[in-house]
C-alpha cells in the first residue's frame, strides 16, 4: 500500500512563506500524476499543483496560486514540496499530497492524511 506523508504544516502571519512536504513510500517516478490539493473549512478539496510526471515532469497550477507557490520534486528522496510564498488568509486549507497512477487499466488515486495551513495576524 502506498503511503504518503505530509509535514510542513502550521501557522504563518500573512505575506509569511511555508514549504510543505511529501513523502512517499515508494519511487513518485511511478505514478503519472503527483501534487497538492487543498480543503478550506466548509468547502471542496481543490487542486493547487501538480508535477505531470509523464508529461516530461511539467508542472500546472491553481490560478489563485500561480507566482506565488511553486511544486518541485526530489526524486532522490521521492519526496515532492510545494514552496510557498506570499500567503493569505484565503489560502488556510488542510493540505493534501496526492499520487495517481493506473495498473492494468485501473485507476489508483493515493492521499495523505493532510496538512494544516493557518494564515493569520
Known amino acids: 500500500q502506498v503511503q504518503l506523508v505530509e509535514s510542513g504544516g502550521g501557522l504563518v502571519q500573512p505575506g509569511g512563506s511555508l514549504r510543505l512536504s511529501c513523502a512517499a513510500s515508494e519511487s513518485i517516478s511511478s505514478f503519472s500524476i503527483i501534487g497538492w490539493y487543498r480543503q478550506a473549512p466548509g468547502k471542496g478539496r481543490e487542486p493547487v499543483a501538480i508535477?505531470?510526471?509523464?508529461?516530461?515532469?511539467?508542472?500546472n497550477y491553481a490560478d489563485s496560486v500561480k507566482d506565488r507557490f511553486t511544486i518541485s520534486r526530489d526524486n532522490a528522496k521521492n519526496t515532492v514540496y510545494l514552496q510557498m510564498s506570499s500567503l493569505k488568509p484565503g489560502d488556510t486549507a488542510v493540505y493534501y499530497c496526492n499520487a495517481y497512477r493506473q495498473q492494468l487499466g485501473a485507476p489508483y488515486s493515493y492521499w495523505g492524511q493532510g496538512t494544516q495551513v493557518t494564515v493569520s495576524s
Open positions: 508535477i505531470l510526471i509523464t508529461r516530461g515532469g511539467s508542472a
